[in-house]
Structure formats: structure tokens, C-alpha cells
Nanobody, 121 residues
Framework: QVQLVESGGGLVQAGGSLRLSCAAS????????MGWCRQAPGKEREFVAA????????YYADSVKGRFTISRDNAKNTVYLQMNSLKPEDTAVYYC??????????????WGQGTQVTVSS
């Protein structure tokens, strides 16, 4: 089991930046691949980014490639999502997720409670 708590969401203007953090507790953080997914109002949850347990490999949805960066600090049991050049269509609740292997869908075993990101035009 792993418990996940996101932070860092908020309101930002289009073109701005935010950094989301996800603090993990429970079983060894470094044994999990981590990811971020998001869900906009009235839409299905969608995959955003994923990172391997070592941090050596990362994966992105086409919609965020080149603008978002996922990273992790295993010493701090934390995964990050740096979001630059934000667009109004990035507005969503962002969820941190964990799994025993890299997942590039929304089929994760463990989820955080989510943090709201709102991008104004």
C-alpha cells in the first residue's frame, strides 16, 4: 500500500506555470512507477505523464508534451509535475497515481485525492 497526497494546485493565467507535488508514504516509494492523470468537468479521466521507479524513463500525453515535465525525488518520497505554458484546456483536477509498473493509461492501482488546477484565459 502507498498513500499519496497532492499539493500545488491553484489558479493561474494562461501562459503561466505551476508545479504540482505528490508526497508518498507507506511501502517503499522507489519501488513504484508514478504518474499524473487529470479529469476536467464532464470529461473522462485522462493520462498526463508517467515516470519509471528510477526516474530514468518518462512518458507524456501528446497534449502536454513539451510543456509538462514529470520528475521524482526518491529521497523525499515525492513526485513532481512542472507545468509550463498553461492553457485554459489544462483546467482539471490533477491526480497523482502509483503502480508497480509504468502505466500510460488511467489504470493505476493507487490514487491521491486530487488537486484543482484552473487556468484562466
Amino acid at each position: 500500500q502507498v498513500q499519496l497526497v497532492e499539493s500545488g494546485g491553484g489558479l493561474v493565467q494562461a501562459g503561466g506555470s505551476l508545479r504540482l507535488s505528490c508526497a508518498a508514504s507507506g511501502r517503499t516509494f522507489s519501488s513504484y512507477a508514478m504518474g499524473w492523470c487529470r479529469q476536467a468537468p464532464g470529461k473522462e479521466r485522462e493520462f498526463v505523464a508517467a515516470i519509471s521507479w528510477s526516474g530514468g524513463s518518462s512518458y507524456y500525453a501528446d497534449s502536454v508534451k513539451g510543456r509538462f515535465t514529470i520528475s521524482r525525488d526518491n529521497a523525499k518520497n515525492t513526485v513532481y509535475l512542472q507545468m509550463n505554458s498553461l492553457k485554459p484546456e489544462d483546467t482539471a483536477v490533477y491526480y497523482c497515481a502509483a503502480d508497480s509498473e509504468v502505466v500510460v493509461t488511467t489504470d493505476y492501482d493507487f490514487w491521491g485525492q486530487g488537486t484543482q488546477v484552473t487556468v484562466s484565459s
